[in-house]
């Protein structure tokens, strides 16, 4: 009896190692992996130590019987154990690759955005050099025009200065210089004390 309710100790411990195990998720969300594992999980052969203790009636035999069922066991433990941790590697692994896959898309991404945005820039660059360009011209055509115009606004003041200075030298032709006015005034008072 003691020899039995061990054997379905062990049994339920190592299901439950065995459990732990296929169900633990490495990162992934649980229930996606759960499906996964569900539909990918091969089970195994049911197996045939259970439910096929007998008990004999020698208790030496019974415990050596009993010894060898649990170290057959245990070797079906370890070799499961071992494929186990294989499949988990192997899904690690892939993990890895889909990971650097992931990193070498994104890398790619970032290098495509930052050649788009060097030649957005560029494009920029060229813009504004043309428009200051183009301000520059402008500037420049004013100015001359300003200089233009301030060139004839000064010719034409110096035309009418000149025209000025040749109507008053034509004017003060006519006029009596100093010494004459002087004679002609003293003329004039004789005269009109004369009259």
Not at 74 to 97: F, G, W
Not at 163 to 185: F, G, H, M, T, V
Request: proline letters at 3%; a positive charge.
């Amino acid at each position: 009896m003691a020899s039995s309710r061990s054997l379905s100790r062990t049994t339920l411990q190592i299901s439950k190692t065995a459990r732990l195990f296929s169900t633990s998720s490495a990162g992934a969300p649980r229930s996606s992996h759960h499906n996964h594992h569900q539909q990918n999980h091969k089970y195994l052969e049911p197996n045939a130590y259970i439910g096929s203790w007998e008990a004999p009636k020698d208790p030496k035999e019974a415990e050596k019987r009993l010894a060898q069922l649990r170290r057959d066991y245990a070797k079906q433990v370890k070799e499961v154990r071992k494929e186990y941790i294989k499949e988990v590697e192997l899904m690690r692994l892939d993990k890895l690759r889909k990971d650097e896959a992931r990193r070498e898309a994104l890398r790619l991404q970032n290098e495509e955005r930052k050649r788009l945005k060097t030649e957005a820039a560029k494009a920029r660059a060229q813009e504004r050099q043309l428009a200051e360009q183009e301000f520059r011209q402008t500037l420049l055509k004013e100015r001359a025009e300003k200089l233009e115009n301030w060139r004839m606004k000064e010719n034409l003041r110096k035309e009418n200065k000149k025209e000025k200075n040749e109507l008053l030298r034509r004017q003060s032709s006519i006029w009596i210089d100093e010494p004459e006015l002087e004679k002609k005034l003293l003329e004039a008072i004789v005269d009109t004390t004369a009259l």
